[in-house]
């Protein structure tokens, strides 16, 4: 996934060949600023009304203390754009662009498939993501080894039930039972501390 950097905007100190793998930049002028190592810039012949474009990705910038900054590691022509000789004074943005989105998207649905969607009673696994989808018991783990998590997430308008098992209790707000009810709007990371569950 690609870094990014609010109010990046800059022109290029040089001309760069198509096969160029490194960018010249000036440093701009406050409120813009240099763009954070590896990430995406699009480049542009003029700002407003471009008549090409391309899509370019670098792994690291140094401000060479002259007014400019150099992108080094420059991957040409990304996302279907062609890679471009540019003339000194191209403009160049930093912004989401469909590559970053579907990255961004990737990582999100990697996470999502990570948590198991649970409608009945279970009892949930050391090390266990659940997203809880009706008012179920959650029953955890009798023998967690110290240190053992739990994390639960739950639709709106659902009140699961959190059961601890084995002589074990649960501790919420300073108060310890052997059940908690989960009637919060938030992730819930339970943890095991040796003796009993902590929320």
Known sequence: MSSSTNFVQLKLASAATAAQTTLVVQVPSAPFQLPAANGTLTLFDVLGSPTKAEIVGYTTVTNNGDGTATLAGVTRGKEGTSAQAWA?????????????????????????????ISSADFTAAAY????????V??????????????????VAGVTPLI????????????????TATYNIDARLLVVFNGTNWEI
Do not use: M
């Open 163 to 178: 059961q601890a098992t084995g002589g074990k209790t649960i501790t919420a707000k300073g108060e310890s039972d052997a």
């Open 137 to 154: 018991t959650v029953f955890l783990p009798a023998s967690p080894a110290v240190g053992s998590t739990v994390e639960l997430c739950k």
């Open 88 to 116: 000194a004074g191209a403009s160049t943005v930093q912004a989401l662009t469909a590559g970053d989105y579907a990255a961004d998207l990737a990582a999100v649905t990697a996470d999502a498939k990570q948590w198991v």
């Open 128 to 135: 266990g993501r659940y997203l809880l989808v009706s008012s």
